[in-house]
């Protein structure tokens, strides 16, 4: 009986899912969360700013050079995130027909691939000074450069299928089979000998970084990480009201707000 | 505290270009991100309103 | 219910089979993926014998002979060493002691000829005070010891 008491588990929180995942009531829900991640977002970002550009102390090494870590790091970080949970949800609105999953999805892919772009493009504004060049084939940038170009096929997929439903069936098996890019990007360093450094940052050992260089990169890290939550909730917002327009409650808003 | 004068700030240690540049990029990625969703709502609401009034006429 | 049940197994075995597919070609294509060899390597004859490929290791204390745009440097993994030759500018993080990665192809037995250097950083990041704290402890403690 135990697998089964796993997907009866399962099914409670699926239900509970659709109930409370229904669009309408998460369109008034996000609603009332964007201004306070937003704001949260800015703040973070403006502490953050100041200490990674100013307040935080230069390299032994790399002097002022690695202060592009601030921003650097944090879109690597997100780059991956952003593709788990986009994989995540993508799965989950496969599965068992969750329409909020499905539109989660969707507005995250855009999201994910600007961080990777972020993560290669100012990965390689640090090389060129650092190491001596803006590009190299190892395993560490050409797995990152595969996570873009997942994002982008996920992205034009969806944008070749018309029908919102089938868009997102054929678009999730994408995503997830994409999923296993993500320990090749975390693992690459150890697995193969790479330009790229390993990771300073471990949850099994103490950080390399100077606590005074470490709080700059969590907090530009969280900043990065509210900036995607704010915009995710936006872009599902404006996805749902596409989606439900010709429901009574969308119809109701459009008449209250003209 | 790290910088002495401002001109030192922008400097850099003499990476100005890379860091400026790293920093410019990452605040353009973010600028588009937060711009294009606003106009696409505001299109989806254009949308929406033009659908509505014609389907008021309608009846 | 019985349909989600299929999706979620169809999921779950694909993913399993696809990371498996992945694991496999990855370790049939683990030599071709190498970014650059160790000297040990190099002596042993696994890297190209005649062929442009990357050499990686430390640059060893002491071994770097400067001559204009001309360099000469040793690079060592602790084990064995090979001299390496280079003409051209140097990345800032070039330095004894530090990581690097350099391309171009044996001339002889124990030289290679570099056409370009990479320097590599380590994980460490701190700020120049504490890096000198770090060293003088270390020393005194050295110091302690003998």
């Known amino acids: 009986m135990g697998e089964f008491g796993g997907f009866a588990g399962v099914s409670r929180l699926i239900k509970f899912i659709h109930k409370y995942g229904a669009p309408k009531r998460f369109y008034r829900l996000a609603g009332r969360l964007v201004p306070w991640f937003a704001g949260v977002t800015a703040l973070l970002f403006v502490v953050g700013l100041y200490l990674g550009l100013y307040w935080a102390p230069p390299d032994y090494q790399q002097g002022d050079a690695y202060r592009i870590m601030f921003v650097h790091v944090p879109n690597a970080w997100m780059s991956m995130m952003a593709y788990v949970i986009m994989a995540s949800f993508a799965a989950t609105g ?3 027909n969750v329409r909020l999953a499905d539109i989660m999805a969707k507005a995250t892919a855009p999201l994910g691939a600007s961080f990777t772009l972020t993560a290669l493009v100012t990965g390689s504004l640090w090389g060129k000074p650092m190491w001596g060049t803006w590009w190299v084939w190892d395993a560490r940038l050409t797995s990152e450069l595969i996570l873009f170009f997942l994002y982008v096929g996920y992205m034009a997929l969806q944008a070749s299928i018309d029908d919102p439903r089938r868009a997102a069936h054929a678009s999730a098996i994408l995503a997830i089979v994409g999923v296993v890019n993500i320990p090749i990007i975390h693992y690459s360093v150890y697995w193969w000998h790479t330009l790229h450094q390993p990771a300073s940052l471990t949850l099994t050992s103490q950080p390399k970084i100077y606590i005074t260089m470490l709080i700059p990169l969590i907090i530009m890290s969280l900043a990065f990480m509210f900036f995607y939550f704010t915009m995710l909730l936006v872009r599902v917002r404006s996805e749902i009201l596409v989606r439900e327009q010709r429901t009574d409650w969308v119809r109701k808003l459009v008449r209250s707000k003209r | 505290m790290t910088f002495s004068t401002f001109s030192q700030f922008l400097a850099m240690g003499g990476f100005a270009f890379y860091v400026w540049s790293a920093y410019g990029f990452a605040a353009l990625v973010v600028l588009i991100n937060v711009v294009q969703p606003i106009i696409h709502n505001r299109k989806v609401w254009r949308t929406l309103r033009r659908d509505l009034d014609r389907a008021e006429e309608d009846e | 219910m019985r349909k989600q049940n299929k999706r979620l197994a169809f999921v779950l075995i694909g993913l399993t089979g696809v990371s498996i597919a992945t ?13 650059f060899y160790s000297p040990t390597q190099v002596l042993e004859g696994k890297a190209p014998h005649h062929g442009i490929f990357r050499l990686g290791g430390l640059v060893k204390k002491g071994s770097i002979k400067k001559n204009g745009l001309k360099t000469t440097f040793t690079v060592t993994d602790l084990r064995h060493s090979l001299v390496v030759h280079y003409t051209g500018i140097l990345p800032d993080l070039f330095r004894q ?37 770090l ?7 050295a110091k302690a010891q003998s």
């Open chain 1, 94 to 96: 496969y599965i068992w």
């Open chain 3, 23 to 35: 694991w496999l070609v990855l370790t049939a294509f683990r030599h071709n993926l190498v970014f």
């Open chain 3, 97 to 133: 002691g530090q990581g690097v990665v350099v391309q171009g192809q044996m001339a002889g037995s124990s030289v290679f000829m570099a056409r370009q250097v990479l320097a590599k950083h380590g994980a460490n990041y701190m700020p120049p005070d504490v890096e000198a704290e």
């Open chain 3, 135 to 141: 060293k003088h402890s270390m020393a005194m403690k």
